[in-house]
C-alpha cells in the first residue's frame, strides 16, 4: 500500500503493482513516436507560432496579411511559418507570385482547439 507524506507528489511506497507495470509497458508507445509527439508540442509552445495559426484557423492569409495582423515584419513570420512547415501543421500554395498558407490538415484543427478549450475552462 502506497502512504503520502506531506508532499502529495511524493510516494513513499516499497510495493510495484508488477502486473500495472507489466500491463502498461506491454502497450507503450515506440520511443521514436513520442519523441516526435514531443516535438510537435515544443513547436505548440511558442506563442507567436499559436497566434499564427490561430490566424490561419479562420482564413488562408499570406506573409504580408500575417504580418500586417500581428504587427511583425515578414522575416520574423516567415521563420515561424518556415517551423510550422516543417513541422507538418502548416500547408501552402502559390497563386502566382503570392504564396498562400493555411492549416494543414483537420488534426491540427483539433489540437488546437481542444488546447484552447482546456486553456479556457473553468
Not at 503493482?17 to 509552445?45: G, N, P, R, T
Amino acid at each position: 500500500m502506497c502512504a503520502y507524506g506531506p508532499d502529495i507528489d511524493r510516494c513513499d511506497c516499497t510495493s510495484i503493482h508488477k502486473e500495472v507495470v507489466d500491463a502498461v509497458k506491454k502497450d507503450m508507445i515506440d520511443d521514436d513516436i513520442l519523441l516526435d509527439v514531443s516535438d510537435i508540442f515544443k513547436v505548440f509552445s511558442d506563442s507567436t507560432r499559436i497566434k499564427i495559426l490561430c490566424a490561419l484557423m479562420r482564413a488562408e492569409m499570406c506573409v504580408c496579411d500575417i504580418s500586417v495582423l500581428l504587427g511583425m515584419t515578414k522575416s520574423s513570420v516567415s521563420h515561424q511559418l518556415r517551423i510550422l512547415k516543417q513541422s507538418n501543421l502548416v500547408k501552402y500554395r502559390k497563386d502566382g507570385r503570392v504564396i498562400y498558407y493555411s492549416i494543414a490538415d483537420d488534426h491540427v484543427k483539433t489540437i488546437f482547439n481542444e488546447g484552447l478549450e482546456h486553456a479556457t475552462e473553468k
